[in-house]
């Protein structure tokens, strides 16, 4: 809790991968509105849309494990949005982040995959099939992040509404099961892994934000 605490009254250095994107967006907006200083790394930086003091933006692509190297290192607090469109960005994004050595990393996935596909019950075979073969992809990334200590957040089907007033975050102990009628908002994600960056609670373990 004092971490917590110290961490949100003076500001931490954080990385946010794939920082264009609407979770990306939000993470680094957060971010920001909490008083901390960010690395936004995004393949077209031009395509952040956001401007402020404490804002860094960055060329960076996963595939080219230099270009992430040359802004993550050991200090670094590193939290990832990268997507699922297409089969390999997830693990290649996972190796480039890992080999550059963070401090934590804080990674995006898919509730009822991998690690959560037993909590998540009988929506996990349905999320099976809507992935196909990206599905490999994200269970790679997220068991080599789990491996190196960070935390994967496992997230239901995502919106753009704003944050939840009654959101949580809760263990797979905790987990209810998957719903694909039901939504969880990017906003309600970010401020979940800006709350793990801040305070740890859940190290080499899936987190559910749930709102």
């Known amino acids: 809790m004092l971490i917590g605490v110290l961490n949100s009254v003076f500001g931490m250095n954080l990385t946010v991968l794939a920082a264009s994107g609407r979770t990306g967006l939000a993470l680094t907006r957060q971010a920001l509105e909490r008083g ?15 401007d402020h003091d404490r804002l860094r933006k960055v060329a960076g692509d996963v595939s080219d494990p230099a270009s992430i190297a040359a802004v993550v290192g050991p200090g670094s607090v590193v939290l990832s949005a990268l997507g699922t469109e297409v089969a390999g960005v997830l693990s290649d994004g996972a190796k480039a982040v890992l080999a550059a050595g963070p401090g934590r990393v804080l990674w995006l996935g898919a509730y009822g995959t991998g690690p959560s596909a037993e909590a998540a019950g009988e929506g996990a075979a349905v999320l099976d099939r809507l992935l196909g073969d990206r599905l490999p992809d994200k ?4 068991t080599a992040v789990l491996a190196a200590g ?3 957040f496992h997230a239901g089907v995502l919106s753009d509404e704003a944050e939840s007033p009654g959101r949580r975050t809760v263990g797979l102990d905790q987990a209810p099961p998957l719903d694909l009628t039901a939504k969880v908002s990017r906003e309600t994600v970010a401020a979940a892994m800006l709350d793990e960056a801040e305070d740890p609670r859940f190290p080499g373990a899936v987190a559910l934000p749930l709102p």
């Open 36 to 50: 901390h200083t960010v690395t936004a790394i995004a393949r077209d930086p031009a395509r952040i849309a956001l």
């Open 139 to 142: 269970v790679a990334a997220d």
């Open 150 to 152: 960070g935390t994967v």
